[in-house]
């Protein structure tokens, strides 16, 4: 959406899009300057064509050319500035009210929180996982989680969901539903808030944030993985945050930029970089959001490891986002300095950051003297590998052993579910269902149904799904770096999938790349919300299109909630919400 976007307006001029800069626009190498003097070449928007030398290489120029007028909040006016924090609090008031209300019910453990909810209580215990005894859910439902075993329990996930979900069960106790919910409803509430923030900071449109907030708030999959607690809403959660963070880096960075390189111009004779400087660029320092991205990116990894190909993703994004940032700025040898000076800089502040995040979530097995394979090493020698610790040496083993369950994992199960089938709802997961009888919990009616399904808003996600082929040719054809991050970050959370055909799967796994998918269907939205330069009739007629759409998936969203929620509602309205056969 590289002209959907808004800049700074009267109060009554926030509900339509306006032109921002982008990367890829024709004269983004020109000066975007003040008009100059009458009988100056000027392009449609009333910018030179053609700017002096010493006037493209100023801190100024540089800037509007690299970022353009908006770079943080503060640059809003005063007006606009408390919205630009309470459109995301007010959305991400509407998504907790509809995860925590009734978040303890059903008081169960329903599909596999059987396994995360009681390693979570083991980790409160002793750090790492432990075994349970048969029938230990009826026991951990009743509140009496004491029955857990002390022998290790062999898990192939990594810490940190389960860490998350531990903490509910700390601050409510590990007998409540509601406690051990917690962690997951507090995740899901905050990346609402985080999401409306990244969509006004992408589009530059309060309205557009305002959206994006709105329909993950309302959409049933996120909700329903936010209500129970899974490990994927933790991931989903720390891979936004890595995004988002990036996305500070992108503005931090072409901010450095334009500074270095209009110092060395201003104390250059001619006001303009000499062609060494020129010819890869400034370094341009310790990049702290970058290494923030990292640490996310650790925990994501330290979540579940399909976070991996995020990382990867992610990292040849940024490193695009520098390539451009220097050749808009005009250095000669964009590439190579790229390279040189942002793209190792940039492994160095992911990689390795997220490598030592990781191995610290790992402390609780560190620190066990029982946990599983924790003494592997000391039983099994290597003449090879000797020099490394033992402790280090039986996690790498640990690895491998999950490494090949992950691959192995070829079982049956009914509800799994190919990833051709995610994006048109194909195969939902069953996460809950009951059938009380008359007289019994509440049902007063001849048959009562109380289920969790986790299907998506329908009209949300087969929209998304059409808005992904119009950012394919938006980035094409007018080359948006925000339509081709968007498609980067959903080709490293659905993509991969494909790479393994026999493996398990199921469709609760999209939950970790459909806040972007969220952000493409915004992206189509601001499409249809115009620019502010657009006729008072355009911009009306699309801000009403907007808002019928948000008001209809929003009807939608109440008419799923029940089989969202496991209310208790009659078998003939359960049937009239499965609108496909393979959702039963």
Not at 114 to 141: C, H, M, Q
Request: net charge positive.
């Amino acid at each position: 959406m590289g002209n959907v976007t808004q800049t700074p307006m009267r109060p009554a001029e926030a509900g339509s899009a306006a032109s921002a800069p982008d990367d890829a626009s024709p004269d983004r190498t020109r000066h975007a300057g003040s008009p100059g003097p009458a009988g100056t070449p000027r392009n449609l928007e009333g910018h030179r064509w053609i700017s002096r030398p010493d006037d493209a290489f100023t801190v100024e120029a540089l800037t509007q050319r690299l970022i353009g007028n908006i770079r943080s909040w503060r640059d809003y006016p005063a007006s606009l500035r408390l919205w630009f924090w309470l459109i995301p609090a007010l959305t991400a008031v509407l998504g907790g009210i509809l995860r925590f209300v009734r978040l303890d019910d059903p008081h169960n453990l329903v599909f596999d929180e059987t396994y995360y909810v009681k390693d979570g209580y083991s980790f409160l215990v002793s750090g790492y996982e432990r075994a349970w005894p048969d029938k230990a859910n009826d026991a951990f439902i009743a509140g009496n989680p004491g029955v857990l075993l002390e022998s290790p329990e062999y898990v192939v996930h990594p810490p940190v969901g389960k860490w998350m979900i531990a903490a509910g069960m700390w601050l409510f106790g590990p007998e409540s539903s509601f406690g051990w919910r917690f962690g997951a409803a507090l995740t899901g509430t905050l990346s609402i808030f985080l999401l409306a923030l990244i969509a006004q900071k992408m589009f530059r449109s309060l309205t557009l944030g305002a959206v994006a907030g709105v329909l993950l708030a309302v959409d049933g999959h996120h909700l329903v993985m936010s209500r129970t607690s899974l490990l994927d809403i933790f991931l989903m959660f720390w891979v936004l945050a890595a995004f988002g963070a990036l996305l500070m880096d992108r503005d931090d960075g072409r901010r450095r930029l334009a500074a270095r390189l209009g110092r060395q111009a201003a104390a250059s004779p001619g006001g303009v970089p000499s062609r060494l400087q020129l010819a890869a660029g400034p370094w341009l320092g310790i990049r702290w959001w970058r290494l923030a991205a990292g640490v996310c990116l650790g925990l994501a990894v330290g979540t579940k490891w399909s976070a991996l190909f995020f990382m990867a993703g992610f990292g040849l994004l940024t490193v695009l986002w520098d390539l451009s940032a220097r050749r808009i700025a005009g250095v000669h040898g964009w590439i190579t300095g790229g390279i040189l000076k942002d793209g190792i800089p940039a492994f160095l502040s992911i990689v390795p950051v997220a490598a030592l995040v990781y191995t610290a979530t790992w402390t609780g097995w560190f620190r066990s003297s029982n946990a599983y394979f924790r003494h592997w090493a000391e039983t099994n020698p290597s003449a090879e590998w000797g020099w490394l610790p033992d402790s280090l040496r039986s996690l790498a083993h640990y690895h491998l052993e999950a490494y090949k369950f992950h691959q192995g994992l070829t079982a049956d199960h009914p509800y799994e579910a190919s990833a051709w089938s995610w994006l048109v709802l194909g195969r939902p997961t069953s996460f809950f269902y009951e059938s009380p009888k008359q007289g019994t919990d509440g049902c007063e009616l001849p048959s009562c149904t109380s289920a969790i399904l986790s299907v998506g808003n329908p009209l949300i996600w087969w929209s998304a799904a059409i808005c992904l082929v119009v950012l394919l040719f938006w980035w094409a054809g007018r080359r948006d770096w925000r339509a081709g991050a968007i498609l980067a970050a959903v080709g490293a959370g659905y993509l991969p999938w494909f790479l393994y055909p026999e493996r398990t799967m199921f469709f609760f796994y999209a939950v970790s790349f459909e806040p972007f998918l969220v952000l493409a269907l915004t992206y189509c939205l601001g499409l249809v919300l115009g620019r502010r330069t657009d006729p008072l009739w355009r911009r009306r007629s699309g801000l009403f299109l907007v808002a019928l759409f948000v008001v209809a998936a929003v009807l939608l969203s109440a008419f799923f909630y029940p089989v969202w929620t496991a209310e208790l509602i009659s078998y003939q309205d359960w049937r009239l919400r499965m609108w496909m056969p393979s959702w039963i």
